[in-house]
């Protein structure tokens, strides 16, 4: 499946739950501060591939949270994280919703089983 066919697909699946998705890129190894949002995210990576850091979850295996093409983040608001994008950068789709929308903790969900 090509790259473009891949994004329009995974739009298509975020749209059918009533998310509005924009994409953005970064380049190789570009990074991202610590910092949080007042707003839930859904992230979804349409290409390359990104490691968000959670410094202030509770359980060590929780502070990381590594996505490859297809994987999907539910990020509640509030949440601190950093990223580190991987050596061929990455394509990510991203919707809002309100805070309070996610509940519980970040959640990563693999590519098919969301």
């Known amino acids: 499946m090509s790259e473009a066919a891949l994004v329009e697909r995974l739009v298509e699946r975020l749209r059918a739950e009533g998310l509005d998705p924009s994409p ?3 380049g190789p190894h570009d990074q991202y501060d610590a910092h949080e949002h ?25 502070r990381s949270v590594d996505l490859g ?4 983040l ?8 950093d990223a580190d994008v991987g ?21 990563r969900r693999p590519a098919g089983r969301w």
Do not use: M, Q
């Open 24 to 26: 953005w890129s970064n």
């Open 38 to 62: 007042g707003y839930d995210k859904v992230l979804v990576v349409a290409s390359g591939s990104i490691r968000f850091g959670l410094p202030n979850e509770p359980r060590a295996a929780d």
């Open 69 to 72: 093409v297809g994987d999907r």
């Open 74 to 81: 539910d990020l509640p608001s509030g949440r601190r994280h």
């Open 87 to 107: 050596p061929h950068g990455v394509t990510c789709l991203e919707a809002h919703l309100p805070a309070g929308s996610l509940r519980g903790t970040p959640a």
